[in-house]
Structure formats: structure tokens, C-alpha cells
Nanobody, 114 residues
Framework: QVRLVESGGGLVQAGGSLSLSCAASINIATMDVTGWYRQSPGKQRESIAVITSSATNYAAAVKGRFTISRDNANNTLYLQMNSLKPEDTAVYYC?????????WGQGTQVTVSS
């Protein structure tokens, strides 16, 4: 069974930074897509940063502030979040996709105070 364990969430003031990690029990280098999503209360889950075989894409709301990266040797995905805003408050999920398979982490709460 594939496990994704996220860490690094928490409470931060606006303008601050947080770094999220997602440790996978599977070889992430073989995945078609590795990425981060988030879900705010009352909103749909949204893609914010993904790495595919051909590109790295960011949602407009986080572009220039967030950076996705991965360590294939340690099967770990990262999300560096800078210049955080209150509207970034959400549960953040890492996801791996391979063909029709999707693997999701349990989510980690990020709260940005104004």
C-alpha cells in the first residue's frame, strides 16, 4: 500500500514562510505527476504546483511565491512557501499520479494570520 506522509504545516504570520514535505513509500521518479493541492473551507480542492514529465506548473495565485521540488533519491516532495498571505490558509495535500492511479497524502493544515 502506498503511503504519503506530509509534514511542515502550522501557523505563520502573513509575510512568513513555511516548507512542506511529503515522504512517499513509492518511487516518485516513476510517477507521471507529482504535486501539491490545497483546499480551503467551503472551496474545492485546487492544484497549486505540479511537476510533470515535461513541465512544472503553478497556479496563478502562488506563482512567484511557492516553489515545488523533489528529491528522487529519498522519494520526497517539497513545497517551499514564501510571502504567505491569509488567503493561503488551507489544508495542503501532496499527490502522486501514475496512469489511472492517484495517491494522496492525509493533508497538513497551513494557517496564515493577518
Amino acid at each position: 500500500q502506498v503511503r504519503l506522509v506530509e509534514s511542515g504545516g502550522g501557523l505563520v504570520q502573513a509575510g512568513g514562510s513555511l516548507s512542506l514535505s511529503c515522504a512517499a513509500s513509492i518511487n516518485i521518479a516513476t510517477m507521471d505527476v507529482t504535486g501539491w493541492y490545497r483546499q480551503s473551507p467551503g472551496k474545492q480542492r485546487e492544484s497549486i504546483a505540479v511537476i510533470t514529465s515535461s513541465a512544472t506548473n503553478y497556479a496563478a495565485a502562488v506563482k512567484g511565491r511557492f516553489t515545488i521540488s523533489r528529491d528522487n533519491a529519498n522519494n520526497t516532495l517539497y513545497l517551499q512557501m514564501n510571502s504567505l498571505k491569509p488567503e493561503d490558509t488551507a489544508v495542503y495535500y501532496c499527490v502522486l499520479k501514475k496512469l489511472w492511479h492517484e495517491y494522496w497524502g492525509q493533508g497538513t493544515q497551513v494557517t496564515v494570520s493577518s
